[in-house]
């Protein structure tokens, strides 16, 4: 006889509690099961006691896709703040979020006309 060993995969129901925060007057209402199939599947599949706490609804950030900023509690932890994208199929995912990039800025042609003709002045 020799040992062997298969993982199965049993469906299982979790409940978990949402908080919705308004956020410049919105709430996100929608469906929020994609949210936590995310959190068990990625972070703690055995969590008895999760809370989803959302702020607004979907929005944009610079360089992100649209996304609902998302934080996880459990037993007490709070999760950092999460960018939740949805996919079209309605499953989410987590943006990464890029560290030290700014939104490229327009430089004003005005400003410069006006700090060179300064400069002419000063001259002369």
């Given at each position: 006889m020799?040992?062997?060993?298969?993982?199965?995969?049993?469906?299982?129901?979790?409940?978990?509690?949402?908080?919705?925060?308004?956020?410049r007057g919105t709430k996100y209402m929608g469906d929020c099961s994609g949210l936590a199939i995310w959190y068990y599947l990625n972070i703690d599949v055995n969590s008895t006691d999760?809370?989803?706490?959302?702020?607004?609804?979907?929005?944009?950030?610079?360089?992100?896709?649209p996304h609902l900023t998302v934080e996880y509690e459990s037993?007490?932890?709070?999760?950092?703040?999460?960018?939740?994208?949805?996919?079209?199929?309605?499953?989410?995912?987590?943006?990464?979020?890029?560290?030290?990039?700014k939104k490229p800025r327009k430089s004003s042609k005005k400003k410069q006309k006006k700090s060179s003709k300064k400069k002419l002045k000063k001259s002369s």
């Open positions: 020799e040992p062997a060993s298969v993982i199965i995969n049993v469906p299982v129901v979790k409940e978990y509690n949402i908080n919705r925060l308004p956020f999760l809370v989803i706490h959302i702020t607004g609804n979907f929005h944009r950030t610079y360089p992100n896709d037993g007490g932890n709070k999760t950092s703040k999460y960018h939740m994208s949805a996919r079209p199929d309605g499953f989410f995912y987590r943006q990464d979020m890029p560290m030290g990039q």
